[in-house]
């Protein structure tokens, strides 16, 4: 995680009382808060040689079931008050603070200190309340879809911390949340999406950092590429089976989630959909679930358990980091799925003292099916061994001549994946879960994975 440190201590707190069936007492929370605190900073490693004292914890409400505020600590004589957020209900909360917290150390601690949450107990009582009243069409700026008869909602433009995605605006069902329409809207806690919504596009909640709780319309069908990328206060994702597609990264950086439920409807988990969610201790995959993409849960530290497919998994590999450089893309048409990538394309190709050339090159995307991505093809070109400085046999290449200049020319035929991502049994899946036991590796190992756990 790099510089990105944050700290996030989780705790059973019984004598926090609820505040109107709602939110924590916020006096009462900021004792157990500073008390917590407190004790991270008596006991933890990273602090032991800077004898901090916790003097004051201070909460502002900034929703339902989420706080902003300030605690005090005094070190060396000197007083740092540092920001932190609370997300918390009578029975559970989550305090975190950032890393810029600490600059008035002389060294930042060294390790990321988390513990699980009871997040489907603190989901169900988010819900158990009366849901507030759906917001009013003129918080949002809206469309008609492309087939008109239904509507976008393409930005979010009002002040309530509380959001109800209202279920129709003028008449039409509203279907659609569009491409970061909520993006980085910090002001956000909460967000009920109601039926007839189908759709939620790519970065549609991106960088939201204090949305804690989304609620799931059964009518959804698809979860497009980052929608809550970097939502750190998200603490549950309970996933309906309706769903068809989650796609890439959609909750990458979640630093908060600790509890998700997969639809039995999706047949992949997809490229780094869950990585760095620190706080996640389980994951339940699916029967339906058939491949897991480049890194799905990379870097989540606290992963204890996974129940695994019956089936084995096909581990799907990437090229980089960077997952636009897959060159492909998931769409969904009514109520079908449909995956397309750019394949590769048989080329003729030279290779000289500049090195060799790829030998191949590529088209348009085509539809293709999980299936598919093992498919190789046959790639043809020239190799130039004048520009070694050893004398290569042709072995079972075929021999075309000798220039003038005493080059070697070799026609040298390749068998490569024919799409930019394949089969890759060392895909980084599970790279970073270093707590899983044995018994949880092997099973992992058993059903194809070949990658690392450290």
Request: with cysteine.
């Amino acid at each position: 995680m790099s510089r990105f440190f944050r700290i996030t201590i989780v705790l059973t707190v019984l004598s926090v009382l609820s505040c109107g069936g709602q939110g924590a007492s916020t006096n009462k929370l900021a004792n157990e808060v500073k008390a917590s605190i407190q004790q991270k900073m008596d006991g933890d490693e990273s602090f032991k040689d800077y004898a901090i004292t916790v003097d004051k914890v201070t909460l502002v409400r900034s929703g339902d079931y989420t706080f902003v505020g300030t605690a005090v600590m005094k070190t060396g004589g000197n007083s740092h008050e540092v920001i932190l957020g609370v997300v918390a209900d009578s029975q559970n909360m989550v305090w975190t603070i950032e890393p810029s917290a600490f600059a008035f150390l002389a060294k930042a601690p060294k390790n990321t200190l988390r513990a699980g949450i009871n997040a489907e107990n603190l989901l169900k009582n988010m819900q158990s309340g009366k849901p507030p009243e759906p917001n009013e069409r003129t918080d949002f700026k809206y469309d008609l879809n492309e087939t008109k008869d239904g509507v976008v909602i393409l930005q979010y433009v009002g002040t309530r911390v509380n959001v109800v995605v209202p279920a129709s605006i003028d008449g039409f069902p509203v279907v659609t949340i569009a491409k970061e329409a909520f993006a980085k809207k910090a002001e956000i806690t909460s967000v009920v999406l109601q039926p007839p919504i189908r759709v939620i596009s790519d970065g549609a909640f991106r960088e939201s950092k204090n949305l804690a709780v989304v609620i799931f319309p059964d009518t959804l069908k698809f979860i497009a590429d980052s929608a809550f990328y970097g939502c750190q206060s998200l603490v549950s994702a309970t996933i309906p089976n309706s769903v068809l597609y989650i796609g890439r990264a959609a909750f990458y950086n979640c630093l908060s989630l600790s509890s998700v439920t997969l639809p039995n409807t999706i047949d992949s988990i997809e490229r780094s959909v869950f990585m760095n969610c620190s706080l996640l201790q389980s994951i339940k995959i699916p029967e339906s679930v058939q491949a897991i993409f480049y890194q799905g849960f990379r870097d989540c530290s606290n992963l204890l358990e996974i129940e695994l497919p019956s089936h084995p998994i096909v581990y799907i590999g990437g090229d980089s980091r960077d997952m636009n450089n897959d060159n492909y893309s998931v769409r969904l048409d009514g109520n079908t799925l449909s995956r397309y990538s750019r394949p590769r394309i048989q080329v003729t190709g030279y290779a000289g003292i500049r090195g060799i050339y790829n030998g191949f090159g590529s088209s348009d995307y085509s539809e293709i099916a999980l299936t598919e991505l093992s498919d190789k093809v046959e790639i043809n070109y020239f190799i130039d061994y004048h520009s070694v400085r050893w004398d290569p046999k042709p072995r079972e290449n075929e021999f075309l001549g000798k220039a003038d200049n005493g080059t070697l020319y070799f026609y040298e035929k390749k068998i490569i994946p024919k799409y930019s991502i394949a089969p890759n049994p060392k895909n980084d899946a599970f790279t970073g879960c270093f707590r899983l036991d044995l018994q949880t590796r092997s099973r992992i190992a058993q059903s194809g994975y070949e990658g690392d756990f450290n």
